[in-house]
C-alpha cells in the first residue's frame, strides 16, 4: 500500500493550495482519510478528517479557510487550502485508516508528505 500526496509549494499569503493524496496497492477496506501538519520544531497536529461517508472534522486554526474532501472511487483525499498564512507553513502528511485483508483490523498508513511553504 502506499499513499502518495501532490500539492505542495512556495505561495505568498493570502494564496491557495489543493493538496492530493492517492492510496494504491492492495487493501480491503478504507475507512477514514485525513491531513496532519509538522512544523519545523513543533508536534504533528491534525489538520482535518474526513470519514468514509463525508462527515469531516477540522483543527480549530483551520476552520474556514481550508476544506476536506475525498472521492471514493480514486481512493483520493483532498485539501483545498485558501487565506494561506505563514503559520500554515509545514509538512503536511496524508493519513488513511485502512486493512490490507479481510482479516485484520484497521491500522494507520501514512505517506511521505508534501512541503507547503507560505512566504513573501
Known amino acids: 500500500v502506499n499513499l502518495v500526496e501532490s500539492g505542495g509549494g512556495l505561495v505568498q499569503p493570502g494564496g491557495s493550495l489543493r493538496l492530493s493524496c492517492a492510496v494504491s496497492?492492495?487493501?480491503?477496506?478504507?475507512?477514514?482519510m485525513g491531513w496532519y501538519r509538522q512544523a519545523p520544531g513543533k508536534q504533528r497536529e491534525l489538520v482535518a478528517i474526513?470519514?468514509?461517508?463525508?462527515?469531516?472534522n477540522y483543527t480549530e486554526s483551520t476552520k474556514g479557510h481550508f476544506t476536506i474532501s475525498r472521492d471514493n472511487a480514486k481512493n483520493t483525499v483532498y485539501l483545498q487550502m485558501n487565506s494561506l498564512k505563514p503559520e500554515d507553513t509545514a509538512l503536511y502528511l496524508c493519513?488513511?485508516?485502512?486493512?490490507?485483508?479481510?482479516?485484520?483490523?484497521?491500522?494507520?498508513?501514512w505517506g511521505l508528505g508534501t512541503q507547503v511553504t507560505v512566504a513573501s
Open positions: 496497492g492492495t487493501f480491503h477496506g478504507l475507512k477514514a
Open positions: 474526513i470519514s468514509s461517508d463525508g462527515i469531516t
Open positions: 493519513y488513511a485508516d485502512l486493512r490490507t485483508t479481510y482479516y485484520t483490523g484497521y491500522h494507520p498508513w
